[in-house]
T-cell receptor, first 113, second 113 residues
């Protein structure tokens, strides 16, 4: 059964460093999403991506964040200069058509020291 | 705005007990409603969904009915097992242009043998 994959599973970084989180969505999916979950809090939407551009973003997704689909399979989230409060679990999701079921990856746990 | 409210956890039950996890929502229009489950160390998996009023979603013995009059989507299972121990998230798709999900805070369920 196809699944969304994410790498790395864990990442530890120093405050101010750049990180790139990677996702490989399900191959025939067209809509891609990033969510995050700060420890003990709810899962929050960050950004959605379709047709090689951002289609919607939340207020969390400020200028420090960017997304890219550099090739036909990967979907990345970059945080330019990490802050302590960026520590969270980051989930990638994809779907074939908008408003259909979103399939989630296992997440990347990011710890900013 | 759109939001989801879940009952606070953790919930601890004995095996074969009856489970209810309450979920209510606030949304404009007619959202689709979901329950996702997160097993320890894993990502979010869709458990069940309902796309219109009075629909009942079901999977693995879990059920939830979309109640528009009470804006609720409570999760139930008649007899829980130890393997059901996980965090359960209620979510809605607000029907916006790109369909990002809005999640509740999650309810941790622990089932004791």
């Amino acid at each position: 059964e196809p699944e969304v994959t994410q790498t790395p599973s864990h990442q530890v970084t120093q405050m101010g460093q750049e990180v790139i989180l990677r996702c490989v969505p399900i191959s025939n999916h067209l809509y891609f999403y990033w969510y995050r979950q700060i420890l003990g809090q709810k899962v929050e939407f960050l950004v959605s991506f379709y047709n090689n551009e951002i289609s919607e973003k939340s207020e969390i997704f400020d200028d420090q964040f960017s997304v890219e689909r550099p090739d036909g399979s990967n979907f990345t989230l970059k945080i330019r200069s990490t802050k302590l409060e960026d520590s969270a679990m980051y989930f990638c999701a994809s779907t074939r058509r908008q408003q259909e079921t979103q399939y989630f990856g296992p997440g990347t746990r990011l710890l900013v020291l | 705005g759109n939001s989801v409210t879940q009952m606070e956890g953790p919930v601890t039950l004995s095996e074969e007990a009856f489970l209810t996890i309450n979920c209510t929502y606030t949304a404009t229009g007619y959202p689709s409603l979901f329950w996702y489950v997160q097993y320890p160390g894993e990502g979010l998996q869709l458990l069940l969904k309902a796309t219109k009023a009075d629909d009942k979603g079901s999977n693995k013995g879990f059920e939830a009915t979309y109640r528009k009059e009470t804006t609720s989507f409570h999760l139930e299972k008649g007899s829980v097992q130890v393997s059901d121990s996980a965090v359960y998230f209620c979510a809605l798709n607000h029907g916006g242009s790109q369909g990002n999900l809005i999640f509740g805070k999650g309810t941790k369920l622990s089932v004791k043998p």
